[in-house]
């Protein structure tokens, strides 16, 4: 009875295992390096036994034998380059880039460096006159007043001023050195590394023309030259920079308060400024010449820092960074930064994307 008994469990035992074996083939390789046991176990829980799992120590998909597909891109985890992000087969399961973020993946954009909308192939509509609207909606497209051009310079002009007297009304205690020490503090401090030499230089506060402008010079500005170039605020960018500091300027008739400019050929600047402090400051005083041959000028850094005013309330600021290398400029950057009069406080702005985007030149 107990020899019928053990013949019959051996029968079912026989006809269990080889119901599970399906692929023969993979399961005697599996049992050359591991017990028969093990092969036939499930030691992740998915359902998928240890002999035809090709991830068998991970959870996985009957559809990838066994491997999991993280993303859920179908691509199977072992054949995916981004296994954490969903992407096409065709890009080995990566996302297609999109290097300016505009919606438009690079290998459809036109414009693959500079934002634009999809309906024009990810590039910027033109906008010939620079007035703000797209050429495709400008019923004058190369005027900038509404698109057309303003031939009633007084009319524009009256209205300018009165819109500065309103804003002056409005806004009687503005702070405007919060606004010199924001624009200070928008200083990048790690575009002169190894300059010992940082020139200042200054250009008139104006809005840029363009074709159709009643005047070359904003009528009606809030926050101008002289508000920023004081003594004050260039021994902040000095501490702030850590850097030997002079000042330049592009015109003779430069003024502010409390800085004296003259013509100093000792530390003549060559193209880039003739002129020099004429305060007694540490400055111009330490610096050294890294050879008999050299002159501090062939080696050092030039900072421009130029305002516009619009609507008032608003200030625009153009930093434009400049190494130079024997009188030469090598390596140029620009940053363009809005502020707005807001609650009486001054606020960035988010501006348009191109004007976030910094520039970089190399020669």
Request: proline content about 5%; aromatic content about 10%.
């Given at each position: ?18 119901q ?64 954490e ?20 993946i ?15 192939n ?70 002169y ?15 840029e023309?363009?074709a ?86 062939d080696h ?25 290398n ?38």
């Amino acid at each position: 009875m107990k020899i019928k008994a053990s013949a019959v469990l051996f029968f079912v035992m026989s006809c269990f295992h080889a119901q599970e074996i399906t692929d023969k083939n993979a399961f005697e390789k599996c049992t050359k390096e591991n017990s028969r046991r093990t092969c036939l176990s499930d030691q992740d829980n998915d359902g998928i036994l240890f002999y035809l799992d090709q991830c068998p120590n991970v959870q996985g998909l009957s559809e990838f034998k066994g491997c999991p597909d993280s993303d859920g891109d179908g691509i199977p985890d072992t054949d995916d380059h981004c296994f954490e992000v969903a992407g096409p087969l065709e890009n080995k399961g990566c996302p297609w880039p999109d290097a300016d973020g505009d919606g438009t993946i690079d290998k459809d954009d036109v414009c693959p460096t500079v934002n634009g909308p999809v309906e024009n192939n990810g590039c910027p509509w033109p906008d010939t006159d620079g007035d703000g609207i797209p050429d495709k909606d400008d019923p004058c497209p190369t005027g900038n007043t509404n698109g057309c051009y303003d031939s009633n310079c007084s009319e524009a002009d009256r209205k300018e001023e009165q819109r500065l007297e309103r804003f002056k009304n409005e806004s009687k205690d503005v702070n405007f050195e919060k606004l010199t020490h924001k624009i200070i503090l928008g200083i990048d401090k790690n575009f002169y590394p190894d300059k010992d030499l940082i020139v200042l230089t200054s250009h008139i506060l104006a809005v840029e023309a363009r074709a159709g402008d009643c005047r070359r010079e904003n009528p009606a500005q809030v926050y101008q030259g002289k508000n920023f170039w004081t003594m004050g605020s260039i021994n902040q960018i000095s501490d702030l920079l850590k850097k030997n500091i002079s000042l330049g300027s592009a015109y003779q008739s430069f003024s502010s308060p409390d800085i004296d400019i003259e013509y100093n050929a000792e530390f003549g600047l060559k193209n880039i400024s003739k002129f020099a402090y004429k305060k007694k400051m540490k400055h111009l005083e330490t610096l050294k010449k890294g050879s008999p041959t050299e002159s501090f000028t062939d080696h050092y850094g030039m900072l421009m820092i130029t305002f516009t005013n619009e609507l008032g309330n608003i200030v625009k600021v153009h930093y434009t960074y400049t190494l130079i290398n024997k009188a030469k400029p090598f390596r140029k950057k620009e940053v363009y930064t809005t502020y707005k009069y807001v609650g009486n406080e001054w606020k960035v702005m988010e501006t348009k994307e191109e004007e976030q985007k910094i520039k970089i030149y190399e020669d």
